[in-house]
């Protein structure tokens, strides 16, 4: 952390971590993973740093894994402590390709669920969300925001536009006042799209009058586009592309995870 500290970049650093352990009698995750007390420790190990940043992944957040607020008050403040900027929290996936036997039997889902995306928490969000303010620490629904957070910058997807859902992702959650200010200053609305539109035609290969714009920054584009170009569009120009068909990329590079082959 320290060679890394010298280099002089911005550096956010992840650490995801349920605290599943002090909670659940049978263990949840897979493989080597930290417990909450070597979280702890990472979080201390750069506490002093100057270009690190260390934000808490929450995931997921569940009944079972967030007991009681008073639990939440006292594990929330020991983030703090710990030199953790902020904590994201997300929800508990469900769909396709994830085994809900799996989940019942640690006890994260009480009974089969016909939910295709996150299963969220309410009360319990309830009960971290009152916790973080009583704390005086950050718990965002985005990872977008705590990286706005971490680099002193406007949160850049619009999470915190009524047009792309703030009442949700951004209203509720306990984020510091000058950090909202740097965010409202960010508006939406561009006095021209005529260039943005013009990149996307020349990545997309396509003419500009094809284009149908609609509001809120969304533009439908005809035919196919791959997943990297509609997250790239997002993060440049924050506009939403609406193509016909979306063509599905790996997101992993390189050998990491495929048995040696060398797709």
């Given at each position: 952390?320290?060679?890394?500290?010298?280099?002089?970049?911005?550096?956010?650093?992840?650490?995801?971590?349920?605290?599943?352990?002090?909670?659940?009698?049978?263990?949840?995750?897979?493989?080597?993973?930290?417990?909450?007390?070597?979280?702890?420790?990472?979080?201390?190990?750069?506490?002093?740093?100057?270009?690190?940043?260390?934000?808490?992944?929450?995931?997921p957040i569940t009944r079972k894994s967030v007991p009681s607020r008073?639990?939440?008050?006292?594990?929330?403040?020991?983030?703090?402590?710990?030199?953790?900027?902020?904590?994201?929290?997300?929800?508990?996936?469900?769909?396709?390709?994830?085994?809900?036997?799996?989940?019942?039997?640690?006890?994260?889902l009480a009974a089969r669920s016909d939910t295709c995306d996150e299963?969220?928490?309410?009360?319990?969000?309830?009960?971290?969300?009152?916790?973080?303010?009583?704390?005086?620490?950050?718990?965002?629904?985005?990872?977008?925001?705590?990286?706005?957070?971490?680099?002193?910058?406007?949160?850049?997807?619009?999470?915190?536009?009524?047009?792309?859902?703030?009442?949700?992702?951004?209203?509720?959650?306990?984020?510091?006042?000058?950090?909202?200010?740097?965010?409202?200053?960010?508006?939406?609305?561009?006095?021209?799209?005529?260039?943005?539109?013009?990149?996307?035609?020349?990545?997309?290969?396509?003419?500009?009058?094809?284009?149908?714009?609609?509001?809120?920054?969304?533009?439908?584009?005809?035919?196919?586009?791959?997943?990297?170009?509609?997250?790239?569009?997002?993060?440049?120009?924050?506009?939403?592309?609406?193509?016909?068909?979306?063509?599905?990329?790996?997101?992993?590079?390189?050998?990491?995870?495929?048995?040696?082959?060398n797709e």
């Amino acid at each position: 952390m320290a060679d890394l500290d010298s280099l002089g970049i911005d550096i956010v650093i992840f650490c995801s971590q349920s605290f599943h352990r002090t909670t659940l009698a049978q263990r949840t995750e897979k493989g080597p993973v930290l417990s909450p007390a070597e979280t702890f420790s990472a979080g201390e190990s750069c506490r002093d740093s100057k270009n690190i940043t260390m934000v808490h992944y929450w995931r997921p957040i569940t009944r079972k894994s967030v007991p009681s607020r008073n639990w939440a008050v006292h594990t929330i403040q020991r983030l703090k402590d710990s030199g953790y900027r902020c904590s994201v929290a997300i929800g508990l996936s469900i769909g396709a390709g994830i085994a809900q036997h799996d989940l019942i039997e640690t006890g994260l889902l009480a009974a089969r669920s016909d939910t295709c995306d996150e299963m969220w928490d309410d009360e319990v969000w309830q009960d971290i969300n009152s916790a973080a303010a009583t704390v005086g620490y950050p718990v965002y629904r985005s990872t977008s925001c705590a990286i706005a957070l971490a680099t002193g910058k406007a949160e850049a997807l619009g999470v915190w536009d009524s047009r792309r859902g703030a009442a949700k992702q951004c209203l509720p959650c306990n984020c510091p006042k000058s950090q909202r200010a740097v965010c409202q200053s960010r508006t939406l609305q561009s006095t021209s799209l005529e260039e943005p539109l013009e990149w996307i035609a020349s990545q997309l290969g396509q003419d500009v009058s094809r284009f149908e714009v609609l509001p809120g920054k969304r533009v439908r584009v005809p035919g196919e586009v791959q997943q990297s170009m509609i997250s790239l569009t997002l993060h440049k120009y924050q506009i939403e592309l609406l193509p016909e068909s979306i063509s599905a990329e790996r997101a992993w590079l390189g050998r990491f995870g495929r048995g040696g082959d060398n797709e």
